[in-house]
């Protein structure tokens, strides 16, 4: 049984045959031979209750000119950037699934094989394939481009996209060509297999959910530069699971999961900066802080929006001013969005994703000089930083009274890279006191973040009001009486936010650090 490694990029505009060949050979330096062609017709199945697509495993059955292929396919071991699989391929003579041709003995096939006669046609694929071989020195990629669709019952989804998959070499071949790929063609970092997404498509197409952070277990035997890799994989996984939904224009939990991602990896990178080449460091740090940035305004209206206007407009049902700012806000907020969704499909956003992958897996990210303290065990390295973030916090905290709204910023910050760390050391530490740690570092999280909605959100009602103003409307004087509702409304949330944080500080400021 092979196992099959692949990129997958997502074109984002359409290509006649020749202009396609043309955009390859321009975007790999290289002159292609004629493409070998094929119709690919495939048909998935699954039990009712989707139980191989709930085990990432599928089955199909592809029609190849005159000729029926069976593979089964079962994640291996997933790194971040590449799709994986065990493949197991057998020619069929008469067109109907036989699982005793797959030569792979496996608990997944036992399990597969129980279930057999509950299989059934899921969702079929109608695909126009071209392909070409890529070689430089050991290396082999087969590149691939697919156009066509997939058919659920009388849904279907457009297919354009490249596949890269590794013939043979190193998946820094995959990289490369993707990068030179992506460098100069519209292409999106693509995450799904077809197999996915005939199974959403099947389940009605609907938008995925928000995706909040996974389950991460570090083990004290584990290295640090082990750690961080899993740690700042975790952070890719969730960001990147929450890509469809904010394409699809799903809630404004996307969004927000989306940015607590970010904000996680930030954090990461942070606390184990020491370990970083420099150029990586200062790299990453670019790319993610203009990706953040970018997600700001579209989390902010929507927490003025759904929180404060909404809230308002139920106390004062009918206040036209409220009326018309609510209405800019969700022209803005649109906007926001739109312009979230452009950073997804943008180069510059899939060049970091490719960066970011090819570096962990071939560990260039690491600094030469800092091979001790990679290659030692992650536990030390997690007391010393968890104990600096720690003062960091105390340092501020203790004098809160005496901080205004910037230094109440600041604080913010620094309690949320506390619990970004606490959270992703917490598996190396008893549960218990780990547990009570962060639900008090949560509270304070909370508290300060009222704090800085309340002083942001002002600042997006003074703009807004200033559009009504320059659009020559004429409420614009029951618009001012709005603003000044809103500015009470936060002045009065600013002021409870710092009566909680009072409390919120005295009970955390008492906890057992679990690290000591």
Known sequence: MSVETEIKLQLLRNFGERAMRAALCSALSAHLPRAVSNHLRSIYVDTE????????????LR???????QTLKVPAKQRIGLQAYHEAEAEIADGTFDLSLVAWKSRDLDWLKARQDQLRPVFETDI????WLLEHKRDKVELAWDRGHIRAGNRIETINELELELKAGTPGALFQQATALTTAMPLRFAHATKAERGMRLAAGGASAAAQRQGTLRLSAKESTATAFRKIAEECLRQMQANERAILAGGGTDSIHQFRVALRRLRAAIGTFRNLLDPSVLER???DLKW???????????DVLTEQTLAALTQQYPGDAGLQVLVRTAEDSRRAARAAAQDVIDSRRYSLMQLDVARMFHDDSWCRPKAADMSAASVLGFARDRLQRRYRKVRKLADKWPDL???DLHRLRIQVKKMRYAALAFSSLFPAKASRSFLTGLEAL????????DGAVGQQYVTELAAAVEKAGSAQVGVVEHAVGLVAGWHARGIEDGRQKFNASWLVFKAQKRFWT
Request: charged residues 25%.
């Open 49 to 60: 209750g989707g139980e191989l697509a709930a085990r990432r495993m599928s089955l199909r």
């Open 63 to 69: 029609q190849i000119g005159n000729r029926w292929v």
């Open 128 to 131: 126009q394939r071209s392909t």
């Open 284 to 286: 990453w740090g670019h």
């Open 291 to 301: 990706t953040h940035q970018a997600f700001g305004r579209a989390r902010d209206l």
């Open 404 to 406: 205004d709204l910037a």
């Open 445 to 452: 999280q909370d508290c300060l973040g009222a704090l800085n």
